[in-house]
């Protein structure tokens, strides 16, 4: 599931020269903060039984009791938010400035 | 109790707040933000519908709106996945974003991107 979000959005960095993956630092300060605060977030759900990760379908590695691609799900969501969102700036300028 | 709604409606509302009051991004304000949403929604309702529709992820009910049933539509549920996961998703990618567009006018010089 996250390799086709990323299949879907990292296309949209060539496609409208977006430069995101060229900024690296800014995207580590775009991403982690957020990724912990939705972490700790998911660790106290998990823990308090608010919600479960089926174990027959996740990878049987897990860190703090959630599975390895749910800290994975923290970095590849936002990137493709933010790869979709830093598009839509490029066709609407594009738009208004043709 | 249903705590995840809970959390869930603070979350978005401390997105928000971040965005308009303390990195000033103002996203909300503008068209790029919703446009841009508008397209994550699409894509997190098939991803989303994917995780929960096939119990990857399962929900207490005690936890929800929803029973804890899992149906496509109703019961606290819009395509499978309970209506406070679209809460979760706006606030992840809207502070995300608005830390990027944030750090943007400040590690590099070109202008911040107005919506």
Not at chain 1, 57 to 85: C, H, K, M, N
Not at chain 2, 36 to 52: C, E, K, M, P, S
Not at chain 2, 83 to 110: H, I, K, N, P, Q
Request: net charge positive; proline share 5%.
């Amino acid at each position: 599931m996250l390799a086709l979000v990323l299949a879907g959005t990292l296309p949209l960095h060539r496609r409208y020269s977006l430069g995101v993956l060229r900024q690296p630092l800014r995207l580590l300060l775009a991403i982690v903060p957020a990724a912990l605060l939705f972490v700790a977030w998911d660790l106290a759900a998990t823990a308090a039984g608010q919600w479960h990760f089926d174990p027959a379908q996740t990878f049987s590695a897990r860190l703090w009791g959630l599975p390895l691609e749910e800290y994975a799900f923290f970095v590849v969501i936002p990137l493709a938010g933010i790869l979709t969102f830093e598009a839509v700036t490029v066709v609407i300028s594009r738009r208004r400035a043709p | 109790m249903t705590s995840y709604t809970a959390a869930a409606a603070v979350a978005v509302l401390a997105a928000i707040l971040a965005d308009l009051f303390v990195l000033r991004t103002a996203l909300v304000r503008g068209r790029t933000w919703w446009t841009a949403y508008g397209i994550v929604l699409v894509f997190q309702l098939i991803t989303n519908g994917w995780l929960t529709g096939r119990g990857i992820v399962r929900y207490s009910g005690d936890a929800i709106l929803g029973s804890g049933r899992i149906v496509i539509l109703g019961d606290g549920r819009i395509v499978y996945a309970p209506v406070e996961d679209l809460a979760f998703g706006f606030a992840l990618v809207l502070l995300s974003c608005a830390v990027w567009v944030w750090a943007g006018a400040r590690t590099r010089s070109s202008p911040v991107p107005k919506g």
